[in-house]
């Protein structure tokens, strides 16, 4: 049965409660038949969240919508969805279950980041729970790249369900007896060469692995469409030789994880797992060492402050670990060598640097005034040297 009816210019919201049965169903059938007339090219929702049953003529109801016209069923319960699920419904409609709730009064705090914090729910799940304003768009969007980079071979950390704790919303994860490779490098500096031996072994096999790219998207689009909001901040030219470094790299169809740092990497014993795959996508590995050169020489070079909050590490831990990293990665001592690659993988670094304002929109204007003066002095001029460079991949 139809509650209320919510219109406005994209979609056309019909808010479902009580039962959809045998007594029920024919005047739904009616209601259904007056806002296809007013749906006018918009999108139809059904919003089940006060929906409590559905019989098989419901189901038959809203099968004859789909023939109709296209349609997505949201906040679904628990239980309505296990009917959907029972009989393949979600095959053929878009269902989103709604999240549950969960409540972290008196849970560990086993990590915090810039979108969240990781609590221990029980000895077998922990919950991430980002904070407000992350829309719940982006965490489902991150579990399901998570997934996809599980079944493609990756080591992640499984993820279980979606949930609501207050205003806020998370993902719960299984249990892991881990740490991050932060905290191993950092404790144990003993055992570095140990460590970076994993670490480049861990970043070879993502470079190494196909992407799902039906379910991922390509970290070359991602990286234009940054380009593209900052013509406030760079002239048409700026921006054309940005586009020419990123597009001189081969395309590739390869995973990238798009955050690779030691915070982002769980050793459960000495078996690596990756979490945080908010931004995995696919592409060539240059993409992904524009982002880890940038977290781990350019950001130690400019505020050894922002190295630790970010990953843990002091600047001096990290640099160790970068020379470690490219020695592993390239299979090469040869420092002559490895200096060629770290001075070339720098100038995407700053690359990546200058799209900073783009990535996060909230970057406060002296930082954004200070990222466009270092990447106009340290980038803009070398670009043509750079992009006409040969790889080292």
């Not at 849970?107 to 980041?113: L, Q, T």
């Not at 982002?291 to 160790?320: D, N």
Request: proline share 4%; net charge negative.
């Amino acid at each position: 049965m139809v509650k209320e009816t919510i219109s406005t210019e994209k979609s056309l919201k019909l808010m479902l409660e009580g039962s959809l049965d045998t007594l029920t169903s024919p005047k739904f059938e009616e209601e259904l038949s007056v806002a296809l007339q007013d749906l006018a090219g918009r999108q139809l929702i059904l919003d089940a969240t006060e929906l409590e049953y559905v019989s098989s003529i419901g189901l038959r109801v809203l099968f004859k919508l789909r023939q109709k016209t296209d349609y997505k069923i949201i906040n679904v319960s628990p239980e309505v969805y296990d009917i959907f699920d029972t009989v393949g419904f979600d095959t053929v409609i878009r269902i989103d279950k709604a999240p549950r709730h969960i409540d972290i009064t008196g849970c560990e705090v086993i990590g915090r980041g810039v979108n969240g914090t990781v609590y221990r729910l029980n000895q077998d799940q922990t919950a991430k729970v980002y904070n407000e304003k992350i829309p719940l768009v982006m965490i489902k969007q991150e579990r399901k790249y998570a997934q996809a980079a599980f079944l493609s071979g990756l080591p992640t950390a499984i993820s279980y369900d979606t949930v609501k704790c207050g205003n806020e919303f998370g993902i719960v994860f299984e249990m892991l007896n881990a740490c991050t490779f932060a905290e191993k490098f950092h404790d144990h500096p003993e055992n570095l060469e140990k460590y970076a031996l994993i670490y480049a072994n861990v970043l070879k096999h993502i470079h190494s692995t196909q992407a799902d790219t039906k379910i991922l998207p390509s970290a070359a689009e991602k990286y234009n469409g940054w380009v593209d909001k900052l013509d406030y901040l760079y002239t048409e030219e700026e921006r054309a030789l940005m586009r020419k470094m990123l597009n001189a790299l081969p395309n590739r169809t390869t995973t990238i994880h798009g955050d690779f740092h030691p915070k982002n990497i769980m050793l459960e014993g000495e078996d690596p797992l990756l979490i945080d795959m908010a931004d995995v996508s696919y592409g060539h590995p240059l993409f992904d060492f524009a982002c880890t050169t940038l977290t781990h020489r350019l950001y130690p070079k400019l505020s050894s402050e922002t190295t630790f909050f970010f990953m843990g590490v002091t600047a001096q831990e990290i640099t160790k670990l970068w020379w470690l990293l490219l020695e592993h990665y390239f299979e090469t001592s040869d420092r002559a060598k490895l200096e060629e690659i770290d001075d070339y993988l720098m100038k995407y670094a700053i690359l990546r640097y200058a799209l900073q304002p783009a990535v996060l929109p909230q970057t406060p204007d002296d930082m954004v005034k200070a990222t466009v003066e270092y990447v106009r002095k340290n980038l803009f001029p070398y670009i043509n040297d750079i992009a006409d460079k040969v790889l080292f991949f």
